[in-house]
């Protein structure tokens, strides 16, 4: 009875772990590709999380040999730090984020 009541517990603790890390947040990513030819790699992630993207700007800076890349993203915390993972695992790339505090109304 104790076994299946701690089990109980933690299955419940789980799913409202879950149900959490589904509240949606905007957020705001900064990208700034150093390697040019990771350019490809980059646009392709963001393709993958298109569905996260709000708005997207882009600034070729020539002078310094370097692309910035700013999003305005809207998504759970796991969403938007599986993209931004995986485009900090890009070689060239700096990425930095910023997530609000508020959840979605609903």
Not at 20 to 49: F, P, Q, T
Not at 63 to 81: H, M
């Amino acid at each position: 009875m104790t076994t299946l009541h701690f089990k109980t517990i933690f299955e419940s603790q789980k799913y409202k772990k879950e149900v959490v890390s589904l509240d949606k947040r905007i957020g705001i990513v900064g990208i700034v590709v150093e390697d040019l030819s990771s350019a490809e790699r980059v646009n392709a992630i963001l393709h993958e999380y298109a569905g996260l993207i709000v708005g997207r700007i882009g600034i070729p800076y020539r002078e310094r040999k370097v692309s910035i890349i700013a999003l305005i993203v809207d998504g759970s915390n796991d969403e938007i730090s599986a993209l931004t993972g995986k485009l900090g695992r890009v070689t060239g790339v700096s990425v930095k984020s910023m997530i609000t505090k508020f959840n979605e109304k609903k």
